[in-house]
């Protein structure tokens, strides 16, 4: 379920056509080399770091609110069709090198292929990813604003207290509950690799210009 126009595509079914039948080990290896090369000259366009940077991008526009929501509901959804469908195509690529091998096929591989194919079709009535949420594991979008009010504590200094009043708000918390959680964070008591990433993440955008300052690094979901 790769995108119609990918080269990734056309270069792995072009492989499959020509050089398939009577491929060494070398030139299977060689094919996922270029394969994955390809795909991540496609994905660069479609990747979690393009999703980030597109809402601002819709922020900044003076347009209706209802378009805009629309707008920006389709272009992000358009975004994560095109990383399933590179997901999708790297792991056709492993299953081809896999006929290689004694091992010929994995169950595992072909349902997370077809999990994947499914969710691109928005048709996931059972797919490796339909798993009941733990109560206790916070939604990435509310980890995210979490990480981002963390980062703004850090990053200026001299605006602490507008930093806990904006944090608040956004994380629909008290003042006290919101500075708990960049205490706890600050104390190693929040020591999830997932928080620390996006803390880091977030610092970064501020320093490449994404979120310029504190309102920008902390918008409204």
């Known amino acids: 379920m790769a995108l119609p126009s990918s080269d990734a595509k056309n ?13 060494s080990a070398e030139d299977v290896l060689e094919m996922l080399s270029e394969l994955a090369r390809r795909i991540d000259e496609e994905y660069a366009l479609v990747s979690l770091e393009s999703e980030e940077k597109l809402l601002p991008k819709f922020e900044a526009r003076k ?11 389709q272009a992000a959804l358009d ?3 095109g990383r399933l469908a590179n997901w999708t195509l790297l792991l056709a690529g492993l299953q081809t090198a896999l006929a290689y091998t004694e091992q ?8 997370f292929r077809e999990s994947l194919i499914d969710l691109k079709r928005q048709h996931s009535a059972i797919t490796a990813f339909d798993v009941k949420p733990k109560a206790k594991i916070l939604p990435t979008g509310a980890l995210w604003a979490r990480a981002r009010v963390i980062a703004a504590f850090d990053l200026f200094p001299d605006e602490k207290e507008k930093t806990l009043r904006k944090g608040a708000s956004l994380l629909g918390l008290t003042r006290q509950q919101t500075r708990k959680i960049i205490s706890n964070f600050e104390s190693g008591r929040e020591p999830r690799a997932d928080i ?10 501020s320093s490449d210009g994404t979120f310029p300052d504190l309102g920008a690094l902390l918008y409204p979901e």
């Open 63 to 73: 347009d209706d609110e209802e378009t805009l929501d629309a707008e920006y509901d």
């Open 196 to 205: 620390n990433n996006l803390v880091e993440l977030a610092k970064l955008r």
């Open 104 to 111: 010929d096929r994995s169950i595992a591989l072909q349902d």
């Open 79 to 81: 975004l994560r069709k």
């Open 11 to 23: 270069y792995l079914d072009k492989w499959i056509a020509n050089e398939h039948d009577g491929a």
